[in-house]
C-alpha cells in the first residue's frame, strides 16, 4: 500500500496518459475502421480490394513492430516532428482500426438478407431502409464485439511503455529510480488494470443485455 | 450481386462505380508514392544504408534471431494449449471449491496486458530469489498464462455451442463425465474451434515481439541493433523493413493455414460470435 500511496503523483499521471492515449486511439481507429469497414462492403471492387489489403497486412503485423517504426523510423523521414506519444497513438490507431472494420462488416452480415428486401418492398427508399431497418439491427450486433475491440486496445496502450511514452506501463522504470520494488509496483499496476478491463466488461455486459436481438 | 446494402448495380451505378474505383486506386497509389518519395529523399534505399544486409554473417545472426522467436513462439504455443485443456477442466468441474478459483484465474490473466505479465517475470522475480528467470522465460510464462486463459474460454465456448442432445446422448448410454468430455464434446469443440485456435495462435506469434520490450534477443532486437550501426549510415529503416518481412511473412503463413482450416472445414469463426470475440479481446 505504502508503494503505491507514496507515490501517487507517478501512477495518477501514468494511468491518466494511459486513458488519454486509449481514448484517443479509440476516436481514430473508430473513424479509420469505419472507413475502412465501409470499404469492405462496398459495392466498388477496387475499394474492396484495399479494404481486404489493408486489414490483412496490418491484421499479421505485430503492434510492437508498427510501434517499432513509428517510433524510431518516422523520426529519420523528415515528416514534422511529433511527440512519441503521438506516434503511439498513430501506431495503436492503425491497428485497432482493422479489428473495428472487421467487427463492423461482420455486424453488418449478420442482418438476414430478408429485412432489406422486406424494406424495399413494402417502398422504403434507400435512406428510410438504412436507418430504420439495417442500421438499427447492424448496431446491435456490432456494440458487444466491439466493447472487445476496446478492452484489447486499452492492454495494448501498455505496448507503448516500450518506447518512451510514460504511461502506466512506465511506471516500473520511473518507480525503480525512487528505489521501490518492482514486483509491488507491477502488481499495482496489474490490478489498476484489471480494473479498468472490468468497468468495460461491465458496460459491455449491460450493453449486450439492453440490445439482444431476439431472431 | 446483391446483398444486405446494395441491389445488383444498374448501367448507371456501374459507371459510377468504375468512377469511384479509379478515385480509390489514384489515392492508394497516392499514398504509397508519398512515403516511398519520403523513403527515396531520406536515402533510405542508398546502398550504403542495405550493404549491411549482405554480409554472411549477419545474414546467419538474422535466422539466428528468426528461431529465437520461433521457439519462444513454439514453446508458448503447446504450453498454452495445455494450460488452456487443464482450465477447461477445471472450469466445468462440478466441485465449486475447483471451478471458482479456475474462473478467478482465467478472468485475472485475460484482464492483465500481457506486457505487464512479462515484466512481472522479468522485473518483479528475480529480485525475489527467482534469479533463474531469463528473458526467454518471462517471454514464455507470460505468453503461456495470458494465451492458455483465452484458449480455455475458446474451448468452453465450443463446448458450448455443441447442441444439448450430444452430451445428453453419451450421458444415456452410461458414459462417466470425463468420458463424455474426452470422447464426445471436446473433438467437436477442437473440430469446430480449430480455425479460431489458430487465429489465436497467430496473436501468440505476434506478442513475441512484446519480448523486444523485455530485451528477448529475437527479430526486433536485432533490428534496432542494426538500425543502430553509424559505420553503415544507422540504417534503421532498412533493419526495420528487413525484419517486418520475415515477422509478417510468418504471421500471414500461419494467417494462411487457419483460413485453410476454416475453408476445409466449411465453420467460420463468424459463426461462433463468442470465440471470435475472445480472439478479438486477446489480440
Same mark, same amino acid.
Given at each position: ?35 475502412? *469497414?465501409?470499404?469492405?462492403?462496398? #459495392? ?23 510501434? %517499432?517504426? %513509428?517510433? %524510431? ?6 515528416? #514534422? ?8 497513438? %498513430? ?35 434507400? *435512406? ?52 521501490? #520494488? ?34 | ?9 444498374? +448501367?448507371?451505378?456501374? $459507371? ?16 504509397? /508514392? ?26 546467419? =545472426? ?38 471458482? +478459483? ?73 458414459? &462417466? ?20 485456435? $489458430?487465429?489465436?495462435?497467430? $496473436?501468440?506469434? =505476434?506478442?513475441? /515481439? ?28 532498412? &533493419? ?18 487457419? =483460413? ?10 463468424? =459463426? ?9 479481446? /486477446?489480440?
Amino acid at each position: 500500500m505504502d508503494t503505491l500511496l507514496n507515490n501517487l503523483d507517478v501512477f495518477v499521471d501514468g494511468f491518466a496518459l494511459t486513458i488519454q492515449v486509449f481514448l484517443w486511439s479509440a476516436l481514430f481507429a473508430l473513424i479509420l475502421g469505419t472507413v475502412v *469497414g465501409a470499404m469492405r462492403v462496398s #459495392p466498388v471492387a477496387p475499394m474492396r480490394a484495399v479494404g481486404t489489403g489493408y486489414v490483412n497486412l496490418v491484421r499479421n503485423t505485430p503492434l510492437t513492430l508498427l510501434m %517499432f517504426f %513509428f517510433a %524510431f523510423g518516422y523520426p529519420k523521414l523528415d515528416l #514534422p516532428s511529433v511527440s512519441y506519444t503521438t506516434l503511439a497513438i %498513430f501506431a495503436l490507431s492503425l491497428y485497432s482500426a482493422t479489428y473495428v472494420a472487421e467487427t463492423l462488416r461482420a455486424g453488418i452480415n449478420t442482418v438476414p438478407l430478408g429485412q432489406a428486401e422486406a424494406a424495399r418492398a413494402i417502398g422504403l427508399t434507400f *435512406g428510410q431502409s438504412m436507418s430504420q431497418v439495417l442500421m438499427p439491427q447492424a448496431f446491435r450486433a456490432v456494440i458487444p464485439p466491439m466493447m472487445s475491440v476496446f478492452i484489447a486496445l486499452l492492454k495494448n496502450t501498455t505496448v507503448a511503455a516500450g518506447f518512451s511514452v510514460a504511461e502506466a506501463g512506465a511506471i516500473r522504470a520511473t518507480l525503480s529510480e525512487r528505489g521501490e #520494488p518492482a514486483i509491488i509496483v507491477l502488481l499495482w499496476v496489474a490490478l489498476l488494470f484489471v480494473l479498468l478491463v472490468a468497468i468495460l466488461s461491465f458496460v459491455q455486459r449491460k450493453l449486450e443485455n439492453g440490445l439482444k436481438v431476439l431472431r | 450481386m446483391s446483398n444486405v446494402l446494395f441491389d445488383a448495380p444498374g +448501367p448507371r451505378a456501374r $459507371v459510377r462505380h468504375r468512377y469511384i474505383g479509379a478515385i480509390t486506386l489514384v489515392a492508394v497509389v497516392a499514398i504509397f /508514392a508519398f512515403i516511398l518519395l519520403r523513403f527515396v529523399e531520406t536515402g533510405q534505399f542508398t546502398a550504403e544504408k542495405w550493404e549491411l544486409f549482405t554480409i554472411p554473417f549477419v545474414h546467419a =545472426k538474422i535466422l539466428e534471431a528468426t528461431i529465437a522467436t520461433l521457439q519462444a513462439f513454439g514453446l508458448a504455443a503447446v504450453l498454452s494449449l495445455i494450460l488452456g485443456l487443464l482450465l477447461l477442466v477445471g472450469r466445468v468441474s462440478k466441485h465449486r471449491w475447483i471451478s471458482v +478459483p479456475t474462473y478467478l484465474f482465467v478472468e485475472l490473466f485475460r484482464a492483465i496486458p500481457l506486457l505487464i505479465l512479462m515484466m512481472i517475470m522479468y522485473y518483479g522475480l528475480p529480485p525475489l530469489g527467482f534469479s533463474f528467470v531469463t528473458p526467454f522465460i518471462a517471454v514464455v510464462t507470460g505468453l503461456t498464462l495470458y494465451n492458455g486463459s483465452v484458449l480455455s474460454e475458446v474451448f468452453r465456448a465450443g463446448i458450448e455451442s455443441l447442441p444439448k442432445g450430444q452430451a445428453e446422448a453419451a450421458y444415456a448410454i452410461g458414459m &462417466s463425465k470425463t468420458q463424455v468430455m474426452r470422447m464426445i464434446l471436446l473433438p467437436q469443440a477442437l473440430r469446430a474451434m480449430a480455425p479460431v485456435i $489458430v487465429s489465436q495462435l497467430v $496473436v501468440v506469434l =505476434k506478442d513475441t /515481439a512484446l519480448g523486444f520490450i523485455v530485451t528477448y534477443q529475437e527479430l526486433l532486437y536485432l533490428a534496432k541493433f542494426y538500425g543502430a550501426q553509424p559505420n553503415y549510415g544507422s540504417p534503421i529503416i532498412p &533493419s526495420t523493413i528487413v525484419m517486418a518481412a520475415i515477422y509478417i511473412s510468418l504471421c500471414l503463413l500461419l494467417a494462411g493455414v487457419a =483460413k485453410y482450416i476454416e475453408v476445409r472445414t466449411k465453420r467460420g469463426p463468424a =459463426k461462433n460470435i463468442r470465440a471470435q470475440q475472445l480472439v478479438n479481446e /486477446a489480440a
